[in-house]
């Protein structure tokens, strides 16, 4: 088969919202640790460096929208101008809020190729090894997992 007559392969494409979803999830992070057959962790190992790499640019620009949209306040020890945020940290967007959320929705929604296959899960490995992923495992990692 010549390389024009190959089909390209399929590989994982997220948006940014759910690699951020993803990156900033303690139960997700938990799940990539789980133990599995050695490829399967190799290849999980290098979908979370891709995300985290993937999300720099994500995170570079909700700061911009941050920095043009969010109310300021002075910070009196620094005397420096800093984003007002609400008690549970998240940004006060005051009369921005509007414009804001449909630009957060916007980046949210771009999407990313992590540039690498869905990852094979081997049961029959998994079996033998007597390691049994939870349903939240399984749940959690469906969008990396090529489909059973």
Request: proline share 7%.
């Amino acid at each position: 088969m010549t390389k024009k007559n190959e089909k390209k392969a399929k590989t994982i494409i997220l948006t940014n919202g759910q690699l951020e979803a993803m990156a900033f999830n303690p139960a997700f992070r938990k799940a990539v640790q789980q133990p599995f057959p050695v490829k399967t962790s190799y290849w999980l190992a290098r979908a979370m460096e891709k995300i985290e790499r993937e999300l720099k640019p994500f995170m570079k620009t909700m700061n911009e929208i941050m920095e043009k949209y969010a109310e300021k306040r002075l910070n009196d020890k620094t005397k420096k101008e800093e984003i007002k945020r609400r008690p549970d940290g998240m940004p006060v967007w005051g009369k921005n809020e509007e414009i804001a959320t449909a630009a957060l929705e916007e980046l949210r929604a771009i999407e990313v190729d992590l540039g690498i296959q869905p990852i094979k899960l081997d049961l029959e490995a998994c079996e033998k090894m007597d390691i049994i992923p939870s349903p939240e495992t399984f749940a959690l990692l469906m969008p990396l997992l090529e489909e059973l």
